[in-house]
């Protein structure tokens, strides 16, 4: 389950970064992360608390609810 959920989270930010055109790079600047660390949240090898998922959240302009909502919830 906890696989699961840091995938789908991975994946939810990873649509919502490209659907605005934004690099790794830049959302990670933009959300005060280490690009490193934005990179192991994209490839789910991290579980990030919520501090930082409102960060991300903040910076693609999204409520951190959001990023929680899954397509098929």
């Given amino acids: 389950m906890d696989s ?9 930010i990873i649509n919502l ?3 605005k055109g934004l ?9 005060g992360i280490d690009r490193s660390y934005m990179s192991r949240i ?6 990030t608390g919520i501090e ?7 910076a693609l302009n999204v409520e951190a609810w959001e990023l929680l ?3 098929d919830e």
């Fill in 4 to 12: 699961n959920i840091k995938e789908r989270l991975a994946n939810k």
């Fill in 17 to 19: 970064r490209e659907k």
């Fill in 23 to 31: 690099s790794q790079e830049v959302l990670a600047s933009k959300a």
């Fill in 42 to 47: 994209e490839r789910a090898r991290v579980s």
């Fill in 52 to 58: 930082k998922i409102a960060k991300i959240a903040g």
């Fill in 69 to 71: 909502k899954f397509d």
